[in-house]
């Protein structure tokens, strides 16, 4: 059990972290103030309701996911490609560079609670067995449903590097990834890989694997940029101005990635309603759009489809196209066919 809390922080590491402007001599903070409103009185009612009424928060079958089509994946494309694994799981082929966005392919969200939260597909550990080299993993925060012990041990012959939030490298340590394999990132910091330009940006958001490394470790977005487009992926956060400073300063976007899913008017300031996402991505300067955190685990209160469909409504409404691929698909983004796969 232990393992799973990844690495610890030391004093050391805390003065590697001082240096970090948003760090604030005890932890990370956000850019503006933010909190999760609830109170003792609260929480009893909200565990009961997160363990045991699951009607309607879960599929009543296990969702589908296509099987890898690795010859689809690897041909020649001039433009990103990709495959959703559900919730934020995101594989990408992009500068003829195979990407993988917060490897979250287990069973269960909630490995240290005493009640299990349950994936919605089934086996999704085994798709990992059918992935091409991974020349980088990019991690966008150490929560569970992000970041999973797991799935980085049978990645671990797989990939060549890893780009982090700062402060996540102790975590894959822990688990036996050498140093020199990892690089962590502060929000801004930008670095070029294989051609293409790769920006960690801020969100609005907290980080922790346990009860004493709350804030410990950063939380961020990543922009990936070659000669020939932009793509965002926003990473888990609320509604606030870092998006448009994000579209100021590295957009306009030709794609992105927009949170959506797992919110709740008690932690309304860490994740965002869906309509908040459709905003998000217009004040990211963002052509296309697609919801990722959901389809995964039902982490909050409402139906496993209310993200969807709100964030299909919102964009309809603000004249955003979107797209919404099934789970496996291998997707050229401005060539996608919607079909609303969910409602069957």
Not at 6 to 11: C, L, R
Not at 189 to 199: E, L, R, V
Not at 302 to 307: A, K, L, N, V, Y
């Amino acid at each position: 059990m232990t393992k799973q809390f990844g690495g610890k922080v030391s004093k050391t590491l805390e003065q590697e972290y001082s240096r970090s402007e948003q760090w604030d001599g005890k932890k990370f903070v956000n850019l503006e103030e933010t909190g999760m409103s609830i109170s003792p009185l609260q929480l009893p009612k909200l565990l009961y309701k997160q363990f045991f009424e699951k009607k309607g928060r879960e599929p009543q079958e296990p969702l589908p996911i296509l099987p890898f089509d690795k010859e689809a994946f690897l041909k020649p494309s001039d433009r990103m490609k990709f495959v959703w694994y559900g919730h934020s799981v995101v594989l990408l082929r992009m500068a003829n560079k195979t990407i993988l966005i917060d490897p979250m392919f287990g069973p269960n969200a909630g490995p240290i609670s005493p009640v299990p939260i349950k994936r919605f597909s089934e086996n999704t550990l085994t798709l990992i067995n059918d992935f091409p080299e991974i020349d980088l993993v990019l991690l966008t925060h150490d929560h569970y449903d992000h970041l999973d012990l797991e799935s980085i041990a049978l990645l671990l012959p797989k990939v060549k590097e890893y780009y982090v939030a700062l402060g996540c490298s102790r975590h894959l340590q822990k688990w036996g990834i050498v140093k020199e394999k990892i690089r962590e990132f502060d929000w801004w910091n930008t670095t070029s890989y294989a051609g293409i330009s790769i920006t960690f940006t801020p969100t609005r958001h907290f980080s922790g694997r346990g009860l004493t490394d709350r804030a410990k470790s950063l939380w961020g977005g990543w922009v990936l940029k070659t000669a020939a487009e932009r793509i965002y992926f926003s990473g888990d956060s609320g509604y606030g101005d870092h998006f448009k400073e994000v579209g100021l300063k590295l957009g306009p976007f030709d794609f992105a990635f927009m949170e959506c899913g797992q919110y709740n008017e008690n932690w309304h300031q860490i994740h965002m309603f869906p309509e908040e996402s459709v905003q998000a991505a217009q004040d990211a300067g963002a052509k296309r759009i697609m919801p990722v955190h959901w389809a995964g685990f039902a982490l909050a209160q409402h139906r496993w489809t209310d993200p969807i469909e709100r964030f299909v409504k919102a964009s309809e409404e603000q004249k955003v196209r979107q797209i919404y691929p099934l789970m496996g698909a291998v997707v050229n983004y401005d060539s996608h066919i919607n079909k609303k796969w969910w409602e069957s």
